[in-house]
């Protein structure tokens, strides 16, 4: 478990953006689970990656045309019940964060790993999403 401390401002840093926080397994049920309409998932992270391109990559595509009816997001090493819930809608990907999940109808339909997102600009991130926001939303 990361200290609060350092982790209330990274989790605030996509509240504060209109994503909703997940905490609990039930949360994350609700939130996907045969949900209708598109959902953007961040599994958020202390990692230098996910400060520098995860969580404003995902702030800036929700400023596309297109974007998704809700916007939730889980910590991985904070919130561990939700993030094991949230990992079991993200099968049969490995474990990731940070990494951010594109949902249609309850169903993934877009998946950005860590690999994806490390060492790669916020811009870069955001106008991958972009394009997913644009094909299902």
Known sequence: MYPVEL??????????????????????TSALDGK??????????????????ARPGAKMALGNEKKPTNAVTVFAGVDHEATAKAREFLLPYPPSSPAIALFKDGQLVHFLERHHIEGRSAEIIAQNLAMAFDRYC
């Open 7 to 28: 982790t209330t401002p990274m989790a605030q840093d996509l509240t504060n953006s209109g994503f909703t926080s997940l905490t609990s397994a039930e949360d994350v």
């Open 36 to 53: 209708e309409g598109t959902t953007l998932l961040v599994v958020n992270s202390v990692c230098g990656c996910a400060a520098a391109n």
